[in-house]
């Protein structure tokens, strides 16, 4: 079936109006540019050239451009203070002197949005506190019920592994993730074990998690700002208790889910197919911006399958590849635009 990704503004619960959702309306939750005075709003940004490449695309540009944005590159070999004047800045570099350099910044030009504060993005680099604030909202409505899997964290002596699991409750098979989510491909990889035995072969440190089977779709909900995106990406397929009686070893993918694993336009079983409801998105991306304090990141969200409103989410990450999202240009620049505007607000008051 086709059903599309699905763009979801959101403004503080309010309801939007049935007639628009349904003619196919786009509501846009920004508030219209501000008067720049003839000058553009400046966005400077400090990016590896691998992001780059995949985000500071000729489009965005030209659709800045076109609205007033002019995006310019932060030189790292010269002191931040003495370049712009910037009206945002844009990062996503590691490092603890990176780390410095901006939270100096940010105390010296309050002025200035910087995306977003290092300490919260800093947080999402461990996968042991990624998803605590996940697991301490208990999000549970008539929408359904939002969680994470049962995890366990190894943090050395492989060999500890098989105790440590059958102590924690944590059922076979058992998906192996590095404990540091850097955004390096290393970070990205992941481990299937199928037995016992087989978790001594697991590389700490590792965040350990009970596989849930999902109908092999994952979701991917992107967030910017009060704005949110959700796509469908092929997973790993279920594991039925045959399989697991008769596969052992430890599989290990590289990647699992990426652009060309788009599960948009496939022929799925309506039941995995069904985007997890819009109110309870909703919620859960208003509380986790709030929780987190940022505004540019996603979610990995499975729902179990067999059910209809139990999810998981697997994953959060800081800055994602917004380049693979349907319709980032425009969604962006107007984000840009929003936060100009609420500078420009408070500048006038």
């Not at 959702?21 to 691998?50: C, D, Q």
């Not at 949110?228 to 397929?237: A, D, M, N, Q």
Request: with cysteine; net charge positive.
């Amino acid at each position: 079936m086709g059903l599309q990704g699905q763009i979801i503004p959101y403004k503080n619960g309010e309801k939007e109006d049935d007639d628009d959702e349904r003619a196919g309306k786009e509501i846009s939750p920004f508030p219209p540019p501000p008067p720049l005075h003839s000058k553009f709003a400046v966005v400077g940004y400090a990016l590896t050239s691998k992001k780059i490449k995949s985000f500071l695309k000729p489009k965005l540009e030209g659709l800045a451009r076109n609205k007033g944005i002019l995006f310019v590159a932060i030189d790292q070999n010269r002191p931040l203070s003495d370049q712009g004047p910037f009206d945002i800045v844009l990062h996503k570099l590691t490092g603890k002197e990176w780390r410095q350099i901006l939270e100096d910044y940010r105390r010296t030009h309050p002025e200035v949005t910087v995306l977003d504060p290092p300490d919260a993005i800093q947080h999402l680099h461990n996968r042991q506190s990624m998803l605590q604030c996940v697991a301490d909202m208990n999000l549970s409505n008539s929408y359904g019920k939002v969680g994470i899997p049962k995890q366990l964290v190894i943090k050395k002596d492989a060999s500890s592994i098989p105790g440590a699991v059958a102590k924690a409750g944590l059922m076979l098979p058992i998906v192996a993730k590095p404990l540091v989510a850097d955004g390096s491909a290393k970070s990205h990889e992941l481990s299937l074990a199928y037995d016992q035995q087989s978790l001594q072969k697991l590389e700490p440190p590792l965040v350990l998690q009970e596989f849930v089977n999902h109908g092999g779709v994952m979701f991917k909900v992107y967030i910017v700002g009060e704005t949110i995106k959700v796509v469908r990406r092929f997973s790993l397929p279920d594991v039925c208790k045959r399989e697991l009686s008769n596969i052992a070893g430890v599989f290990r993918f590289p990647r699992v889910s990426c652009a060309a694993a788009s599960a948009d336009n496939a022929d799925l079983d309506p039941g995995v197919a069904e985007l997890p409801p819009r109110p309870l998105l909703e919620k859960l991306a208003r509380e986790l911006c709030r929780r987190l304090g940022l505004r540019l990141f996603n979610l990995d969200i499975i729902r179990e399958h067999g059910t209809r409103d139990r999810f998981y989410v697997i994953d959060i990450n800081y800055f994602p590849g917004y380049g693979k999202m349907p319709e980032y240009e425009h969604i962006f620049t107007d984000f840009l635009l929003s936060l100009v505007q609420n500078q420009y607000k408070k500048k006038s008051t």
